[in-house]
């Protein structure tokens, strides 16, 4: 054997420090993986979480860790907020809501005050 490249893979646990890096040669024989398991016993109960739709990986060590990765929300798929701003001439617009949004805040302070208020169905 003249030249032999080889490949390396590390696995880490996401919330823990644990960490391994081996040969994939290494870790396609049977002596190479008990190597590897001896030096990095918790290998056997790696374990990786795929999210589908946006391609994110979370790898875990052992069951308590995937746990604490779900507990964080991190597998949860984020919706992002799309804000629209208004466009063209549309001040009378702003003025109504402005308005109503006057009128609401004065509603609230009147019902805290016990005063009566007049309800008005929206336009
Ligand atoms: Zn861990």
């Given at each position: 054997?003249?030249?032999?490249?080889?490949?390396?893979?590390?696995?880490?646990?996401?919330?823990?420090?644990?960490?391994?890096?081996?040969?994939?040669?290494?870790?396609?024989?049977?002596?190479?993986?008990?190597?590897?398991?001896?030096?990095?016993?918790?290998?056997?109960?790696?374990?990786?979480?795929?999210?589908?739709?946006?391609?994110?990986?979370?790898?875990?060590?052992?069951?308590l860790c995937e746990?604490?990765?779900?507990?964080?929300?991190?597998?949860?798929?984020?919706?992002?907020?799309?804000?629209?701003?208004?466009?063209?001439?549309?001040?009378?617009?702003?003025?109504?809501?402005?308005?109503?949004?006057?009128?609401?805040?004065?509603?609230?302070?009147?019902?805290?005050?016990?005063?009566?208020?007049?309800?008005?169905?929206?336009?």
């Amino acid at each position: 054997m003249g030249i032999v490249d080889n490949q390396f893979r590390t696995v880490s646990c996401e919330q823990c420090d644990k960490t391994a890096t081996f040969s994939l040669q290494e870790f396609q024989t049977p002596d190479g993986q008990k190597r590897i398991l001896e030096e990095s016993p918790w290998i056997r109960g790696f374990r990786v979480a795929n999210m589908v739709f946006d391609g994110r990986v979370y790898g875990y060590c052992s069951s308590l860790c995937e746990i604490k990765g779900i507990e964080t929300g991190s597998h949860e798929f984020v919706e992002k907020k799309v804000i629209e701003f208004p466009t063209g001439n549309n001040l009378e617009a702003i003025k109504r809501a402005a308005a109503e949004a006057a009128a609401k805040a004065e509603g609230t302070k009147a019902l805290k005050e016990g005063r009566p208020v007049n309800i008005q169905p929206g336009s």
